[in-house]
């Protein structure tokens, strides 16, 4: 079991920046994938960014280039960051972290079975 707590969400204006972070704790020792999904209003969820077991980082559509996704060994497992610069209105939703436990290559994108409850950014014009 992995238990996921997403925090720094909060409002900012066009062009400004945000970072978030999700404390990932359960059993440190399995490898797993960590990813950041949004979902704004009337708006099925999607992928934003992910980073692997060995750190490597994948990006999705207009997070490349401006967010940064990032993670750090704890002592209770994993902090995951997503830094998030030139903030568009577009931006606005609920962002969550969400984990998935993965033995091979790769993280496929639907297999991530493990959900924080999220974190609101909201973005004015």
């Known amino acids: 079991q992995i238990q996921l707590v997403e925090s720094g969400g909060g409002s900012v204006e066009t062009g400004g920046s945000l970072t978030l972070t999700c404390d990932a704790s359960g059993n440190k020792y399995l490898p797993f994938c960590l990813a950041w999904f949004r979902q704004a209003p009337g708006k099925e969820r999607e992928a934003v960014a992910q980073i692997d077991t060995g750190g490597s980082q994948t990006y999705f559509d207009s997070a490349e280039g401006r967010f940064t996704v990032s993670k750090e060994n704890t002592d209770r497992g994993r902090l995951l960051t997503l830094h998030m610069t030139q903030l568009r209105p577009e931006d606005t939703a609920i962002y969550s972290c969400?984990?998935?436990?993965?033995?091979?290559?790769?993280?496929?994108?639907?297999?991530?079975?493990?959900w924080g409850r999220g974190t609101q950014v909201t973005v004015s014009s």
């Open positions: 969400a984990a998935q436990i993965n033995y091979g290559a790769g993280c496929p994108v639907n297999r991530y079975v493990y």
